[in-house]
């Protein structure tokens, strides 16, 4: 059973986290369409890494200071968490099956117009990805880089 701190903390982790990844999602497709998908994913970790830090450094675990170790422990573990998710993105991109989940409008004259379409291996890489990513910063950050010392910062 996890405490009720812990679990107000994986909850604001979990907010802070899914504003990080619309953000982490929104370059990635946008990048995508003109570089590489992993020049594309990793420009979009940075990004969404640099929101991410200001965001659980002061609402997830209530840190004001300037720590300067601090700053280098998690950028750290988000070199090593974001090339799993680097890593991870590249492996299911490429053994994924390769579909497109399209929406259509269809006219009264059978005329189709697609909306959108969204390849499937991208989307579900990205949260695969994602899922392995927050799983090592979520316990990196808890008994690492923002662990309650004895004496309060």
């Known amino acids: ?9 994986l909850t604001k982790f979990g ?3 899914g504003l ?3 953000i982490d999602l929104g370059i990635y497709y946008s990048l995508s369409q003109f570089v590489p998908t992993y020049i594309a994913k990793a420009t979009a970790i940075v990004l969404a890494t640099m929101v ?3 965001m659980n450094k002061s609402w997830t675990w209530g840190k004001s200071d300037k720590n300067r170790q601090r700053l280098f422990k998690y950028l750290f573990l988000y070199a090593i968490s974001g090339t ?3 890593l991870a993105n590249e492996y299911f991109l490429q ?5 497109f989940l399209s929406l259509d409008i ?7 117009k697609q909306l959108a379409a969204v390849k499937i291996n991208k989307f579900f890489a990205v ?4 899922v392995f990513g927050m799983i090592v910063n979520f316990l990196g950050q808890k008994i690492w880089v923002f662990k309650q010392s004895s004496n309060q910062d």
């Not at 949260?127 to 994602?130: E, K, L, R, W």
Request: net charge positive; proline share 3%.
């Open 84 to 86: 799993i998710n680097v």
């Open 95 to 99: 053994t994924l099956p390769q579909a």
């Open 106 to 112: 269809i006219s009264a004259t059978n005329v189709t």
């Open 127 to 130: 949260i695969i990805a994602t």
């Open 20 to 22: 990080s990844f619309m």
């Open 52 to 54: 991410n830090y200001y």
């Open 1 to 9: 059973m996890i405490s009720s701190k812990t679990y107000i903390a």
């Open 15 to 17: 907010v802070v986290g």
